[in-house]
């Protein structure tokens, strides 16, 4: 049985894989075009309440963020890095899209969603040999554990990715993801992801309550709204270095939220 901020995680997931099958996007020579649709069989675009959903709207905002992970994927495999973790997967399709030889995919989420997502992609006839799903709920399992037992090797340079998913985890389990994933970076790794930020002058708690109960009423599916700042010294403590520190990158998310684009060194 879902709770009420599951099932509104629920409907995220499938609208960003919805809206990432209707972006022209970049491929490796030997990723799989058809991934995207394929793993969205049978999903129509559709809100909560089961009116028609307009994907193009969403996509002016999801869109470059989209690009901007694909973009770290091409990055990496340029540079020759032989292991991608995506936190949080959902139903993304980069570990297939980006298909490399030689090259492991680690798609990290939520059981349930690991075992419909593996689902989906048996029906689909997909090649997933290059793919590990790994089942993981980051509020209560260690992330260093899982990859290891899931054949990761933390002795190699590892890109890892965290498209959407700071915001759903509450400050503990976020603070103990990051120091995590530094634990099995070795040098050549990098960490990307989206922060939703809100400026300095404003109140973190009353941003956080405002913005879940305009989106979801009663229920806080998105805990972590912070500062930029408060973000960077996450990331710092944990012993992740952020890339080009001053600069500011991303789309707006609300009036007063951000979603930021950043990337640290291991
Ligand atoms: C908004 S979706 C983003 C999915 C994907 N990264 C994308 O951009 O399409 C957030 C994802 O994080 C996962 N997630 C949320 N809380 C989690 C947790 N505690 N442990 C593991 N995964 C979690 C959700 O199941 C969901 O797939």
């Not at 229920?219 to 710092?236: H, V």
């Not at 789309?251 to 951000?258: G, K, L």
């Amino acid at each position: 049985m879902s709770t009420p901020d599951e099932e509104a995680i629920a409907v995220v997931r499938r609208t960003l894989a919805l809206c990432r099958a209707e972006r022209d996007r970049p491929h490796s020579i030997a990723g799989d075009v058809q991934s995207q649709q394929a793993i969205n069989q049978g999903w129509e675009p559709v809100d909560p309440d089961g009116e028609p959903m307009d994907l193009s709207i969403l996509l002016e905002m999801k869109g470059p963020r989209i690009d901007f992970f694909d973009q770290q994927v091409i990055t990496a495999l340029d540079e020759g890095i032989t292991q991608v973790v995506i936190c949080g997967a959902g139903y993304d399709d980069r570990a297939l899209r980006f298909r490399t030889a030689g090259v492991r995919f680690f798609d990290l989420d939520l059981p349930g969603v690991s075992a419909d997502k593996k689902g989906r992609l048996a029906t689909s006839g997909v090649d997933t040999s290059d793919l590990t799903l790994v089942p993981i709920d980051f509020r209560t399992d260690d992330v260093a554990t899982a990859l290891a037992a899931s054949g990761h090797d933390g002795t190699k340079p590892t890109l890892f990715l965290a498209e959407h998913l700071f915001v759903f985890l509450d400050r503990a389990s976020l603070v103990r993801l990051l120091e995590g994933l530094r634990s099995v970076a070795s040098s050549g790794s990098r960490l990307a992801a989206t922060l939703e930020s809100h400026a300095g002058e404003l109140d973190t708690a009353t941003v956080i309550a405002d913005f879940n109960k305009a989106f979801f009423g009663d229920i806080t599916p998105m805990p972590s709204i912070y500062t930029r700042e408060a973000f960077l010294d996450m990331f710092g403590s944990a012993g992740w270095e952020v890339e080009a520190p001053d600069v500011v990158s991303g789309v707006p998310h609300t009036e007063t939220i951000d979603t930021e684009f950043v990337s640290a060194i291991a």
